[in-house]
C-alpha cells in the first residue's frame, strides 16, 4: 500500500509541468501535492489523511514526511487546516466529539491511531505548546514538574529539581525566574509564560513538539526570544511549527508545508518555498496576495 | 442640516432615557432597601424582649423535712424531692394573708414552673446547702415579665387585663423591694422547647438544624460534584445524557413538599427510618439540594477555560488526571459557591420537613441524627403558632438566630471563594 502511495507522490513534478491549476479548479478536484512531501529519515509519516467535522471535511489526502530532528513549518492562510493537521499528529483532535481522522499516521513506523495506541503514552512521546500561553494557575515549579510528576519520571526530590532547573534552563527561562520557582506561572509576562510553556512540553522529554503558532500572541522581543529557542531544541527535538508569519517561517524552519483549502499544496527546502516556489497558489500566498 | 447638527438634536433626548431609566434603577434599590431596613428592625425590635429575662428573688429556707428528704441523701433522692413547696412557703411568708384556694394558685404562679428544677439542679449541685436559708434569683412567669417589661399595659381596666389587680400588686411590691431584676437571657439558648414561654430555648432547633444540614451536605455534596463533573467531562454526548439533563433542571423546579412526601413514603414508611429524626430530614433535604449544586457545579465546571484542559492533555495526562487536578481545582469556587447556597435554602426549608414529623414538640435535645429534633424554620414556626404572649418575642428571637446562621453561611461562601480564587 506504501508504494502505492510513493508512487502516486512521484507525480507531482509532471502535474506542475502541465500547468499551474487554478484556483476555482482546486475546490473540485483532488490535487497532488507538489515538491518533496515525503523524506529518508522520516520521524513522523502521514498518508492519505483526511479530517472530517462532522460532515465537513477539513483535510483532504494529506501525504506528508516529518524529518527526525528537522524544523518543518506549515504555513497557509486562515482556516486552511493547518492547525487540524498538527493536532491528529498528537491525537489532540480525540477530545473533539464530532472529529473523525481517516488515514494513516506512523511514528517511528506506528500507526499511532489503532486500538493499541494509548494517546497518553502517544502524548508524552509528542508534546505540543499552544497559541495562547496556557500555564497552569500553579508554581512555576509546579508547572514543569507536571509532567515528569505524573509519568513518574523521577525517582525523588533531587532528581526532579534537577529535571526543574534543566528544562527552565533549556527554555531559557532560568535566569529570570531562579530566585521565584514558587511564584505563581500565571503572574509571569506573556513572552516568559510561553516559555514556560516550553519549559514545561520539554521536560517530559518527547521526541517531537508540536507548535501551533507559538508567538502569534507575543512582541517582537518575546518571539525572537522563542525563535532563537526554537533554533536551539531543533538539536534534540523534531519539531512541527504552525505559523502565520512567513518570515518566522524562513527563519526557524528547514522545509515548509504550505496547506490551502485542507489540502496540503508544496512542500519543499524553506529557501525553495520563500524564493522560487513552484506551485501558482504558493507563489499567491507568499508574495501576500491572498492570506 | 448636516450630521453634526443632527445629532445634536438627538442628543438631548438620548440623555433625558439615560436620567430616567438612572432615576428607576435608583428609586427600586432604595426601595428594596427600605423594605429590608423595616423588616429587619421589626424583628429586631420584637425580639429584644427575648434575649433578657425577669428573675424574682426569694429567701428560701431548704429544710430536709419540708424537702423530704432525709440526712445525705443520693442524688436519686433529690430528683424525687419535693422542692415547689420551699418556693411556695417563701411566697406565702412574703405575703401572708392569702387563704383561698385560687388566690394561692395565683401567688404561686408568680415563679415560673422552672424554678423548682432551678433549685433542685443548685442543691444537687452542692448537697450542702440543705439546711440553709438562701436567696435565690428565681425564672419568673411568663405573665410577670411580661408586665415588667411593659408588654401587658398596667393601666388597662383589670377586666380587659391578662393579669389581674391582686397579683399586680404583688409584682409591684415584689418591684418596690428591689426583688425583681432583669438579666440575660442565657436559659435561650441553652434549652429546648417548653410549654412555657419562659422556660422555652432555641439550643434543640439549632442542633437539629446542624444535624440535618451534615447529612444533607454528607450526602449532596460528594453525589452533586460526581454527577456533574461525569456529565460535564465524561458522559457521551447522547439523547439518553440529554434525557437526564432536563430532568435535573426539572427537578430543581419541583416544589418541596413533594420531597417530603416521597420522604415520608419511601423512608420512613419503606425503609423504616426513625420518625422527626435529622436522618430522614437531611436525607430529603439533600434530594432538594442534589438539582442546585449540580447545576452551579456543571457551570462552574464548564467556565474552566479548555486552554487548561488542553495544556494537561497535551502533556500527556490522563482524562482523570485532567479533571482532578486541573479542572476541579479551578471550579471550585463555584462548587463551594453553589454548595453554599444549597445549604442555605435547605437551612430554610420547613414544607418538607412538616411531612416526615420534624413539626413534632420536642423538649429533649437531640444528641444525635436518630433522635427526633425540630429545625430553626419548623421552631419560628411552632412559637408563632402559640397563643401565650411570650412566644411572640421567641418567634422573632428564632427568626434572628436563623438569619445569623444564614448570613454567616454566605460569609463563609464568599470567604471559600476569595480564597480558592486566590490561586489564579
Same mark, same amino acid.
Given at each position: 500500500?506504501?508504494?502505492?502511495?510513493?508512487?502516486?507522490?512521484?507525480?507531482?513534478?509532471?502535474?506542475?509541468?502541465?500547468?499551474?491549476?487554478?484556483?476555482?479548479?482546486?475546490?473540485?478536484?483532488?490535487?497532488?501535492?507538489?515538491?518533496?512531501?515525503?523524506?529518508?529519515?522520516?520521524?513522523? &509519516?502521514?498518508?492519505?489523511?483526511?479530517?472530517?467535522?462532522?460532515?465537513?471535511?477539513?483535510?483532504?489526502?494529506?501525504?506528508?514526511?516529518?524529518?527526525?530532528?528537522?524544523?518543518?513549518?506549515?504555513?497557509?492562510?486562515?482556516?486552511?487546516?493547518?492547525?487540524?493537521?498538527?493536532?491528529?499528529?498528537?491525537?489532540?483532535?480525540?477530545?473533539?466529539?464530532?472529529?473523525?481522522? &481517516?488515514?494513516?499516521?506512523?511514528?517511528?513506523?506506528?500507526?499511532?491511531?489503532?486500538?493499541?495506541?494509548?494517546?497518553?503514552?502517544?502524548?508524552?512521546?509528542? $508534546?505540543?505548546?499552544? &497559541?495562547?500561553?496556557?500555564?497552569?494557575?500553579?508554581?512555576?515549579?509546579?508547572?514543569?514538574?507536571?509532567?515528569?510528576?505524573?509519568?513518574?519520571?523521577?525517582?525523588?526530590?533531587?532528581?526532579?529539581?534537577?529535571?526543574?532547573?534543566?528544562?527552565?534552563?533549556?527554555? $531559557?527561562?532560568?535566569?529570570?525566574?531562579?530566585?521565584?520557582?514558587?511564584?505563581?506561572?500565571?503572574?509571569?509576562?506573556?513572552?516568559?509564560?510561553?516559555?514556560?510553556?516550553?519549559?514545561?512540553?520539554?521536560?517530559?522529554?518527547?521526541?517531537?513538539?508540536?507548535?501551533?503558532?507559538?508567538?502569534?500572541?507575543?512582541?517582537?522581543?518575546?518571539?525572537?526570544?522563542?525563535?532563537?529557542?526554537?533554533?536551539?531544541?531543533?538539536?534534540?527535538?523534531?519539531?512541527?511549527?504552525?505559523?502565520?508569519?512567513?518570515?518566522?517561517?524562513?527563519?526557524?524552519?528547514?522545509?515548509?508545508?504550505?496547506?490551502?483549502?485542507?489540502?496540503?499544496?508544496?512542500?519543499?527546502?524553506?529557501?525553495?518555498?520563500?524564493?522560487?516556489?513552484?506551485?501558482?497558489?504558493?507563489?499567491?500566498?507568499?508574495?501576500?496576495?491572498?492570506? | 442640516?448636516?450630521?453634526?447638527?443632527? +445629532?445634536?438634536?438627538? /442628543?438631548?433626548?438620548?440623555? /433625558?432615557?439615560?436620567?430616567?431609566?438612572?432615576?428607576?434603577? /435608583?428609586?427600586?434599590?432604595?426601595?428594596?432597601?427600605?423594605?429590608?431596613?423595616?423588616?429587619?428592625?421589626?424583628?429586631?425590635?420584637?425580639?429584644?424582649?427575648?434575649?433578657?429575662?425577669?428573675?424574682?428573688?426569694? @429567701?428560701?429556707?431548704?429544710?430536709?423535712?419540708?424537702?423530704? +428528704?432525709?440526712?445525705?441523701?443520693?442524688?436519686?433522692?433529690?430528683?424525687?424531692?419535693?422542692?415547689?413547696?420551699?418556693?411556695?412557703?417563701?411566697?406565702?411568708?412574703?405575703?401572708?394573708?392569702?387563704?383561698?384556694?385560687? @388566690?394561692?394558685?395565683?401567688?404561686?404562679?408568680?415563679?415560673?414552673?422552672?424554678?423548682?428544677?432551678?433549685?433542685?439542679?443548685?442543691?444537687?449541685?452542692?448537697?450542702?446547702?440543705?439546711?440553709?436559708?438562701?436567696?435565690?434569683?428565681?425564672?419568673?412567669?411568663?405573665?410577670?415579665?411580661?408586665?415588667?417589661?411593659?408588654?401587658?399595659?398596667?393601666?388597662?381596666?383589670?377586666?380587659?387585663?391578662?393579669?389581674?389587680?391582686?397579683?399586680?400588686?404583688?409584682?409591684?411590691?415584689?418591684? @418596690?423591694?428591689?426583688?425583681?431584676?432583669?438579666?440575660?437571657?442565657?436559659?435561650?439558648?441553652?434549652?429546648?422547647?417548653?410549654?412555657?414561654?419562659?422556660?422555652?430555648?432555641?439550643?434543640?432547633?439549632?442542633?437539629?438544624?446542624?444535624?440535618? /444540614?451534615?447529612?444533607?451536605?454528607?450526602?449532596?455534596?460528594?453525589?452533586?460534584?460526581?454527577?456533574?463533573?461525569?456529565?460535564?467531562?465524561?458522559?457521551?454526548?447522547?439523547?439518553?445524557?440529554?434525557?437526564?439533563?432536563?430532568?435535573?433542571?426539572?427537578?430543581?423546579?419541583?416544589?418541596?413538599?413533594?420531597?417530603?412526601?416521597?420522604?415520608?413514603?419511601?423512608?420512613?414508611?419503606?425503609?423504616?427510618?426513625?420518625?422527626?429524626?435529622?436522618?430522614?430530614?437531611?436525607?430529603?433535604?439533600?434530594?432538594?439540594?442534589?438539582?442546585?449544586?449540580?447545576?452551579?457545579?456543571?457551570?462552574?465546571?464548564?467556565?474552566?477555560?479548555?486552554?487548561?484542559?488542553?495544556?494537561?492533555?497535551?502533556?500527556?495526562?490522563?482524562?482523570?488526571?485532567?479533571?482532578?487536578?486541573?479542572?476541579?481545582?479551578?471550579?471550585?469556587?463555584?462548587?463551594?459557591?453553589?454548595?453554599?447556597?444549597?445549604?442555605?435554602?435547605?437551612?430554610?426549608?420547613?414544607?418538607?420537613?412538616?411531612?416526615?414529623?420534624?413539626?413534632?414538640?420536642?423538649?429533649?435535645?437531640?444528641?444525635?441524627?436518630?433522635?427526633?429534633?425540630?429545625?430553626?424554620?419548623?421552631? +419560628?414556626?411552632?412559637?408563632?403558632?402559640?397563643?401565650?404572649?411570650?412566644?411572640?418575642?421567641?418567634?422573632?428571637?428564632?427568626?434572628?438566630?436563623?438569619?445569623?446562621?444564614?448570613?454567616?453561611?454566605?460569609?463563609?461562601?464568599?470567604?471559600?471563594?476569595?480564597?480558592?480564587?486566590?490561586?489564579?
Amino acid at each position: 500500500m506504501n508504494e502505492a502511495v510513493l508512487n502516486d507522490l512521484a507525480e507531482p513534478k509532471n502535474t506542475s509541468q502541465a500547468g499551474p491549476e487554478t484556483e476555482a479548479s482546486l475546490n473540485i478536484e483532488y490535487t497532488n501535492t507538489v515538491g518533496q512531501p515525503l523524506c529518508d529519515e522520516a520521524k513522523i &509519516q502521514t498518508r492519505d489523511v483526511n479530517v472530517f467535522y462532522a460532515e465537513n471535511q477539513a483535510i483532504h489526502n494529506v501525504n506528508l514526511d516529518i524529518g527526525a530532528h528537522e524544523v518543518i513549518a506549515l504555513i497557509g492562510p486562515s482556516g486552511c487546516g493547518k492547525s487540524t493537521y498538527l493536532r491528529t499528529l498528537n491525537r489532540m483532535n480525540d477530545t473533539i466529539d464530532i472529529c473523525r481522522v &481517516q488515514g494513516q499516521i506512523l511514528l517511528d513506523g506506528e500507526d499511532i491511531y489503532t486500538k493499541k495506541q494509548d494517546p497518553v503514552l502517544l502524548r508524552a512521546r509528542v $508534546g505540543m505548546v499552544f &497559541q495562547k500561553p496556557n500555564p497552569f494557575p500553579k508554581s512555576i515549579y509546579d508547572n514543569v514538574a507536571y509532567g515528569p510528576r505524573i509519568h513518574g519520571l523521577t525517582r525523588n526530590k533531587s532528581e526532579l529539581d534537577d529535571l526543574v532547573e534543566e528544562s527552565l534552563t533549556k527554555a $531559557g527561562l532560568f535566569q529570570e525566574v531562579k530566585d521565584r520557582l514558587d511564584a505563581p506561572g500565571t503572574g509571569l509576562s506573556g513572552g516568559q509564560q510561553q516559555r514556560l510553556c516550553i519549559a514545561r512540553t520539554i521536560a517530559v522529554q518527547p521526541e517531537v513538539i508540536l507548535m501551533d503558532e507559538p508567538a502569534s500572541a507575543l512582541d517582537p522581543i518575546a518571539t525572537a526570544k522563542i525563535e532563537e529557542l526554537i533554533n536551539e531544541l531543533k538539536q534534540n527535538f523534531t519539531i512541527v511549527i504552525v505559523t502565520h508569519s512567513m518570515q518566522q517561517a524562513a527563519r526557524v524552519s528547514q522545509r515548509t508545508a504550505y496547506f490551502h483549502m485542507g489540502r496540503l499544496i508544496e512542500v519543499g527546502e524553506t529557501d525553495q518555498i520563500f524564493t522560487n516556489p513552484t506551485h501558482e497558489l504558493t507563489e499567491k500566498y507568499i508574495t501576500g496576495r491572498f492570506g | 442640516m448636516n450630521n453634526t447638527d443632527l +445629532v445634536r438634536k438627538s /442628543l438631548k433626548k438620548r440623555y /433625558l432615557k439615560e436620567r430616567i431609566f438612572k432615576t428607576v434603577g /435608583l428609586l427600586s434599590i432604595v426601595s428594596a432597601i427600605l423594605f429590608l431596613l423595616i423588616l429587619l428592625t421589626d424583628i429586631f425590635t420584637k425580639a429584644m424582649p427575648a434575649f433578657s429575662q425577669t428573675n424574682i428573688s426569694l @429567701e428560701v429556707t431548704l429544710d430536709p423535712d419540708v424537702i423530704g +428528704v432525709g440526712e445525705n441523701p443520693s442524688e436519686q433522692d433529690l430528683m424525687a424531692a419535693d422542692f415547689r413547696r420551699v418556693i411556695r412557703n417563701s411566697l406565702a411568708d412574703q405575703f401572708p394573708g392569702v387563704t383561698k384556694r385560687k @388566690e394561692k394558685r395565683e401567688l404561686y404562679s408568680l415563679t415560673s414552673m422552672g424554678a423548682e428544677f432551678q433549685l433542685r439542679d443548685m442543691v444537687i449541685a452542692d448537697p450542702a446547702l440543705l439546711g440553709q436559708t438562701i436567696q435565690v434569683e428565681f425564672m419568673a412567669d411568663d405573665d410577670v415579665d411580661a408586665v415588667i417589661k411593659g408588654a401587658i399595659d398596667r393601666n388597662l381596666p383589670e377586666s380587659d387585663r391578662r393579669v389581674k389587680d391582686q397579683k399586680l400588686g404583688w409584682i409591684e411590691t415584689l418591684e @418596690e423591694s428591689g426583688q425583681i431584676s432583669e438579666q440575660f437571657n442565657w436559659w435561650f439558648f441553652t434549652s429546648g422547647d417548653s410549654r412555657e414561654p419562659e422556660m422555652a430555648g432555641i439550643k434543640g432547633a439549632i442542633k437539629g438544624s446542624l444535624f440535618t /444540614l451534615l447529612v444533607t451536605l454528607a450526602l449532596s455534596f460528594p453525589v452533586a460534584v460526581a454527577a456533574a463533573i461525569y456529565l460535564e467531562e465524561f458522559a457521551p454526548k447522547n439523547r439518553f445524557i440529554d434525557f437526564i439533563e432536563i430532568n435535573i433542571n426539572n427537578l430543581a423546579a419541583v416544589p418541596s413538599i413533594v420531597f417530603g412526601l416521597l420522604g415520608l413514603a419511601v423512608f420512613i414508611n419503606f425503609f423504616s427510618l426513625p420518625r422527626s429524626a435529622p436522618l430522614v430530614g437531611g436525607i430529603v433535604l439533600s434530594l432538594m439540594t442534589l438539582p442546585t449544586i449540580i447545576i452551579a457545579s456543571r457551570s462552574a465546571i464548564k467556565a474552566v477555560p479548555p486552554s487548561l484542559r488542553e495544556a494537561a492533555l497535551g502533556l500527556g495526562a490522563s482524562k482523570m488526571q485532567t479533571v482532578f487536578h486541573h479542572v476541579l481545582p479551578a471550579a471550585l469556587p463555584g462548587i463551594l459557591t453553589g454548595t453554599i447556597i444549597g445549604m442555605a435554602q435547605a437551612l430554610g426549608e420547613t414544607a418538607p420537613l412538616l411531612m416526615i414529623g420534624m413539626v413534632a414538640f420536642i423538649v429533649d435535645i437531640p444528641q444525635g441524627i436518630t433522635d427526633p429534633s425540630t429545625v430553626l424554620p419548623i421552631q +419560628v414556626y411552632l412559637w408563632a403558632d402559640s397563643p401565650e404572649r411570650g412566644f411572640l418575642a421567641k418567634t422573632s428571637a428564632a427568626i434572628m438566630v436563623l438569619l445569623f446562621f444564614l448570613i454567616a453561611m454566605n460569609a463563609i461562601a464568599i470567604y471559600l471563594r476569595k480564597k480558592f480564587e486566590k490561586k489564579w
